[in-house]
């Protein structure tokens, strides 16, 4: 029963993760351009980018509020090239791991 229900919530997962991927390429983004900014992890992380990838994301998201202004998309030939969507990821979990370890300390 359980092996039933984990491959049902896989394919919903799946399904979900996809539509959000066509959904933010329309606009030109990635997963991880969507963070709140406030969690002091995640002004880390973004600290730590290097300064292309961060005007690259500022520029991701003047242009997605562009578009939502103009109700017009991305071209779809732009949908392909957007590389990895969890490009932030690994150092917001690196810094979370660094701030519970100094808390420990």
């Known amino acids: 029963m359980a092996g039933?229900?984990?491959r049902i919530y896989n394919v919903c997962k799946e399904a979900y993760c996809g539509q959000l991927v066509r959904q933010l390429n329309k606009y030109g983004l990635r997963y991880d351009d969507?963070?709140?900014e406030t969690?002091?992890?995640?002004m880390t992380a973004i600290s730590r980018l290097p300064p292309r990838?961060?005007?690259l994301r500022q520029m991701r998201l003047k242009r997605a509020?562009?578009?939502e202004l103009k109700h017009s998309y991305v071209p779809?030939?732009?949908w392909d090239k957007q590389g990895d969507h969890r490009y932030l990821t690994?150092?917001?979990e690196k810094a979370r791991k660094e701030r519970?370890?100094?808390s420990y300390l």
Do not use: H
């Not at 969690?39 to 995640?42: A, F, H, K, R």
């Open 65 to 67: 509020l562009d578009c």
């Open 90 to 92: 690994p150092l917001i």
């Open 53 to 55: 990838e961060r005007a």
């Open 34 to 36: 969507l963070l709140i």
């Open 100 to 102: 519970l370890e100094k």
């Open 39 to 42: 969690d002091p992890d995640v």
């Open 76 to 78: 779809e030939q732009l």
């Open 4 to 6: 039933v229900i984990k």
